[in-house]
């Protein structure tokens, strides 16, 4: 009996210490088993969102779209709710790709409405743009075509830099 008794106490221990771990892992306050489960699940699903956001940083920067050069840069273009979200990225500074980028956005009569750059060590361009309205009822853009112009402008900047080496 008291062997019975003492397993149960050494169980309910390790039971308790492994909860107090997963609190502490987890940030919890919660006292309780089932609020401590619940912030341990809360926890599970953020650390799996920014799993997912590091995953498309990595493919962002491994897939490379600019054929003509040997700096990879990617393109991303994502329809929103009144505009497009427009993020272009290299690991390597790309001197005058912004420029060539501009000139696209022109063409195309995107307007940017926020952005955020920075082409020291890497070159990252994040846009918020939308299509400006013309009283001549201009044709609709989709995201697919900004995408071609802004790789367009990336080949174009590319055959640029070798013609200027």
Same mark, same amino acid.
């Given at each position: 009996?008291?062997?019975?008794?003492?397993?149960?106490?050494?169980?309910?221990?390790?039971?308790?210490?492994?909860?107090?771990?997963?609190?502490?892992?987890?940030?919890?306050?919660?006292?309780?088993?089932?609020?401590? =489960?619940?912030?341990?699940?809360?926890?599970?699903?953020?650390?799996?969102?920014?799993?997912?956001?590091?995953?498309?940083?990595?493919?962002?920067?491994?897939?490379?779209?600019?054929?003509?050069?040997?700096?990879?840069?990617?393109?991303?273009?994502?329809?929103?709710?009144?505009?497009?979200? =427009?993020?272009?990225?290299?690991?390597?500074?790309?001197?005058?790709?912004?420029?060539? =980028?501009?000139?696209?956005?022109?063409?195309?009569?995107?307007?940017?409405?926020?952005?955020?750059?920075?082409?020291?060590?890497?070159?990252?361009?994040?846009?918020?743009?939308?299509?400006?309205?013309?009283?001549?009822?201009?044709?609709?853009?989709?995201?697919?075509?900004?995408?071609?112009?802004?790789?367009?402008?990336?080949?174009?900047?590319?055959?640029?830099?070798?013609?200027?080496?």
């Amino acid at each position: 009996m008291r062997n019975m008794i003492s397993k149960e106490r050494k169980r309910t221990a390790a039971s308790y210490k492994k909860l107090q771990m997963l609190r502490s892992i987890t940030n919890s306050h919660a006292r309780s088993k089932t609020s401590i =489960i619940v912030d341990a699940t809360k926890y599970i699903e953020e650390l799996k969102q920014r799993v997912e956001r590091m995953n498309q940083d990595i493919a962002m920067a491994q897939n490379p779209t600019c054929h003509n050069t040997l700096i990879p840069v990617k393109v991303r273009v994502e329809a929103q709710d009144k505009g497009y979200l =427009i993020k272009v990225f290299s690991e390597r500074s790309c001197r005058g790709l912004l420029v060539f =980028i501009l000139e696209a956005f022109e063409k195309l009569g995107l307007e940017v409405l926020q952005a955020r750059v920075s082409c020291s060590e890497c070159f990252l361009l994040e846009a918020i743009g939308v299509i400006k309205d013309d009283d001549e009822g201009s044709e609709s853009v989709d995201s697919q075509e900004i995408k071609r112009a802004v790789s367009q402008a990336i080949q174009n900047w590319s055959t640029a830099q070798v013609i200027n080496e």
